[in-house]
């Protein structure tokens, strides 16, 4: 029984697609880890902090996670995630996907949190409230990166993939053999 390598890969086409897919998504992962913002100039919380704006947060962290859940969900239904390469590069994207699902409800603490400071009975719960949004915002952002980095090992993993592509180039097309010339088929005396 001989196995044919070129069953491993997945096609160039789709490798590439799904890097592109990859990518965009990495990028949007990390811009929102890098745009959120809850400390003001000064690096402390600000004295009212916008609850619509840390909603806000909550609402494109569960976006970005919603349409990493549905490319995971569409490579895991496909034949390629299978492969070797593709049992690889669908771990990252579980892995980013679930890392991801968390970013939203810390954002939307952050956001509930805010909304009690007004209400907090004195400096130190006060205190207490801001250290409270502070960390639930920094692990929100974390959650982010660390899901744009899966992202990133993924297409990794997929470029590498493609190097091996170019070990299987698809072979000229088979031409049969010149028939030969009709002639005579004998020799005359």
């Known amino acids: 029984m ?3 390598p070129r069953h491993e890969l997945i096609p160039r086409n789709a490798t590439l697609h799904l890097i592109n897919s990859l990518g965009a998504l990495q990028s949007r992962l990390r811009s929102a880890a890098e745009q959120t913002h809850l400390l003001d100039d000064a690096g402390r919380v600000p004295a009212t902090p916008s609850y619509a704006e840390l909603l806000q947060h909550a609402a494109e962290a569960q976006a ?3 349409d990493l859940l549905q490319l995971t969900a569409d490579f895991a239904r496909s034949s390629h995630s299978t492969t070797r390469a ?3 590069v669908l771990a990252h994207l579980a892995t980013a996907a679930t890392i991801s699902s968390h970013a939203a ?8 949190t805010a909304l009690s400071l007004p ?3 004195g400096p130190t719960a006060r205190q207490h409230s801001e250290n409270r949004m502070v960390i639930d915002h920094a692990t929100a952002r974390a959650y982010l990166r660390r899901s744009s980095d899966s992202l990133r090992d993924a297409a990794r993993e997929l470029n590498d993939h493609l190097d091996i592509h170019r070990f299987f180039r698809p072979s ?3 031409q049969s053999p010149t028939p030969p010339h009709p002639g ?3 020799r005359h005396r």
Do not use: N
């Not at 409800?105 to 509930?112: K, M």
């Open 2 to 4: 001989s196995s044919d």
């Open 86 to 88: 593709g049992t690889t």
């Open 64 to 66: 970005l996670s919603r």
């Open 105 to 112: 409800p810390a954002f939307a603490e952050t956001a509930e």
């Open 184 to 186: 005579p088929s004998g």
């Open 119 to 121: 209400r907090s009975a």
């Open 172 to 174: 000229p097309p088979q």
